[in-house]
């Protein structure tokens, strides 16, 4: 006969599992997202931990303390090679690999979550590059109208002939210049 489901451990894994839902919930911008995944993969190291330390006293040194416990690559290995005893009984082997499985897919979660981090990470740079990108663009734009108002001030303190040869010239000059900056711009 199966053991009763302990009620007490169900009830706390139910909490855990609404918390970690509102935590989700809760992310709204992508800095939210990033600290969330970077918290993330400390919590699938958790779970890793925790399954290989309830399997080791479960399942291979029952009520064994923690304080005993081999170390993790032990305890995968005891889980992946069942005893001769285990191998009579198939479905004990199983369900020693299907274990492992589990700890080995909460250690895959953990690299999944630092690779989203990582990407996110990558996002975060780029967007922070534009926006330099766009402020030095406005900075570059702004000090280019002052230049332009300064000469169009100089130009206005010429005589009329003057201006219109200062005009010409500067016009020449900034053809010039706006067809250099082109030829220098890589294209895409």
């Known amino acids: 006969m199966h053991d009763q489901w302990n009620p007490e451990l169900q009830a706390r894994l139910n909490q855990m599992a609404k918390e970690l ?12 997202l990033q600290h969330y995944l970077s918290e993330l993969s400390g919590l699938a190291s ?3 931990y925790s399954v290989e330390h ?31 005893a285990d191998l009579e009984h198939p479905g004990q ?12 897919g909460a250690e895959h979660l ?14 975060e740079t780029r967007r922070g590059v534009d926006d330099a990108r766009a402020q030095r663009s406005r900075a570059d ?13 100089a130009l206005g303190s010429l005589p009329p002939d ?8 500067l016009g020449r000059e900034f053809a010039s210049i706006r067809q250099r900056a082109g030829a220098e711009t890589p294209q895409p």
């Open 141 to 153: 734009k702004a000090t280019y109208d002052e230049i332009r108002a300064g000469i169009d001030r």
């Open 54 to 84: 309830a399997a080791w006293r479960s399942l291979l040194a029952e009520g064994a303390p923690l304080d005993d416990k081999p170390s993790s690559r032990e305890v995968q290995e005891q889980l992946r090679r069942p005893s001769q």
């Open 110 to 123: 953990k690299e999944l979550v630092s690779s989203a981090w990582l990407a996110g990470l990558t996002e």
């Open 46 to 48: 958790a779970i890793r």
């Open 21 to 32: 839902l509102r935590i989700g919930g809760d992310c709204a911008t992508p800095q939210g």
């Open 162 to 169: 003057a201006q219109e040869a200062a005009r010409e010239a």
């Open 93 to 104: 082997g199983a369900h020693l690999a299907a274990v492992c499985n589990v700890i080995d």
